[in-house]
C-alpha cells in the first residue's frame, strides 16, 4: 500500500470508501493516480463480520449524532436514526442487499415526461441513458450482476415462491429474482452465495459485491492507493484561487490532520457529502463550497419504501436465501391514471427476528403483536422501491443545536412528503395486499416505513448551474477541482436501487478526472 506524503499536492483526495468512493479509488489508482482515501469507519472482514443482528448493526452502522424534521416517519419514530447507513471501510455495500436494476431511459427525463408536478423540484438529467448505458455494462461486469451477460439467476427462495404465485394470480409478468450483485456461481475469486440468509449483517461467503473486497483491495494492489481508516473529514480547504488544496481530518488517534490534495472527490453518502460541503463555508464561499446556487442539501430523495407482509398457514422460513432475491417489476412505468406519476418496483423482503418489530412492524404491544411474532417462520414479505419527488426543501443543513464528537453541528435531515408519494405507497401496498390474498394469506399485515436507506440527489447533477451542485460527471459547477462521487449526485431517484447507478456514474467520473488530470485541466 502507497504512503503518500502529507504535503504531497498531487494526490487525488476521496471522502468516504463505499459505493462510490471505493469504485473511484480502484478505478484512478489503476490508471497510475495517486489516492489517498479517508474512512471514517473501521475496517472489518469476512472472518470479524458479526452475525448477531445487534452486533453487525453496532459493527458497521453509522451512528454518530443526527436530527430530524418534518411529517415524514423518520423524523417521528426513528430519531437518532431517520437514515440507514455504514460507517466502515466499504460503506453501504457492507450492509446493502444487492439489488441492482437500472434506471428505464424515461427516468432521466422526469421533468420532461412528468411535467410540472405542484410542489416537486424536478429537472431532467444533464445525461442521456444512451451515454450512461456503457457504464451500467461495465458496472455490471464488475459487479457480476445476475441475469446479465450469461450469469444465471439466484435460486428462488420460499419467499420468492410465494410473491410469484400472488404475482402471477395478479397477472403480472415481469416477475423474477431480480438483478442482483450476488454470485449464483463463483466469479470473480468470490464464493457463490449459500443462500444462508441475513445479507445485511454482512456476507461471510463474500458472495455478495462490496467495495469492502473487490474493489478495495484491487485498488490496493496498485500501489497507489493510501487507505486512511477511523479517519473522518472535517474540512476541505481552498486557496485564493477558489480551488480546492487540502482536506482537514480527525485520525484515529483523534489527531487533527491536514492532507495537502490536487483534486478531492466528496463520497460520505448523500447526508454527510452535503454536512461536509457546507461545514467547509469560508469568506470566499459563506454558504459553503460549491453552493452558489443554494441547492447543496436540497431535494434530498431516498425512495418511497414500506413492507407488507403475510401469515400463511405453512412454514415459509423467509430468511433463508438472499434477502432480496425477487422482484415485480410491471409497475414501473408512467401511468399518472393510477393517481401518480413515476412507477415502482415490488422486492422481497425479509427481517432478522430482533430487527423485524424494530422497523418492519407498526409499533405495537399485546396478544395481537405477539401472535404476528409466533408466526415468524411462516411470514412471508415484501417492500416497495418507488420513486419519491425532489423537493426543495427537503433537504440536509447543519443543526448548530447538536454537535459531534468533534465539536461541530450535525446534520439534520428534513422530509415533508409529497401527495404524490403518499399516492404511490398506498397503490403499491394495496397491490402487494391483493396478491398475499389471491393465494389464500391468512393475514395481511401492513407494516410502516423503515429509516431511509437510500440516500440521494442532495448534490444533483444538472445541466443549468442553478439547478444543482456538479455537471454531467459530478463536477462541481463553482469549483472544478472539487467532484462529488456519491448517491449526492443522482439527479432524480426513479424505481431503481441506486447503487448499480451510483457506480456506472463513478466509473464515468473516473475517466472524465483522469483524462482532465492527464490535459493538466484540473
Ligand atoms: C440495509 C440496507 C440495504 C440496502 N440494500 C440496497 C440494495 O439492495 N440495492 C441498492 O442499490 N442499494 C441498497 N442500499 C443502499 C446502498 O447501500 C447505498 O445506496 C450505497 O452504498 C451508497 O453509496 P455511497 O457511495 O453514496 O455511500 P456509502 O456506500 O454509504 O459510503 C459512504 C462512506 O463514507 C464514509 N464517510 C462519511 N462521511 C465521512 C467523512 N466526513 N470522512 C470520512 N469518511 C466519511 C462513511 O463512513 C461510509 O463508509 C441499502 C442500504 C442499506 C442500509
Ligand atoms: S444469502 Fe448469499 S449473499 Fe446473502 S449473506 Fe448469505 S451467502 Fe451472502
Redesign the pocket.
Known sequence: MAKIDFSDGNAVVI????????TLAHELTRRGIKVVL????KRQSLESFSQVPGEAFAQLT?LDPRTQSGDWRGARDFPPLPV??????????V??????PRLQPWELRAKSIYGNVAGASLIDWPLSYAELEKYYEIAETRLGVTRRNGIPGLPASNNFKVMYAGAKKLGYKQVHTGHM?INSRSYDGRAFCIQQGFC?QGCKMGAKWS?LYTEIPSAEATGNLDLRIE????RIEHGEDGRVNAVI?HDSQGREQRQKARLVCV????V??A??LLLSESSKFPQGLANSSGQVGRNYCHHITGSVWAIFDKPIYSWRGAT?AGVVEDEVVNQPERGFVGGYRM?LLTLDLPTLPLVGLPYGWGRDFASIMENYRNLAGMFINGEDMPRSDNRITLNSNVKDAFGLPVANVHVDEHSNDQAMRKHAKGQMAKMYEAIGAQRVIPGPTPPA????CTARMSADPKDGVTNAWGQTHDIKNLFV????VLTTPGA?????T?VAL?LRQAEHISGEMKAGKV
Do not use: F, Q
Open positions: 471522502i468516504g470508501s463505499g459505493a462510490g468512493g471505493g479517508l474512512e471514517a469507519g453509522w440507514w447507513h455504514c460507517k466502515t471501510v466499504g460503506g453501504t455495500t450492509h446493502w442487499t444487492a439489488a441492482a450483485a445485511i467495495t479517519s473522518t473529514a472535517t481530518y463520497a460520505g453518502n448523500a454527510e457529502t454536512r461536509l432480496l422486492e436507506t437510500h440516500n440521494m462521487s456519491d448517491g449526492s431503481a436501487n441506486p447503487t448499480l451510483i463513478a
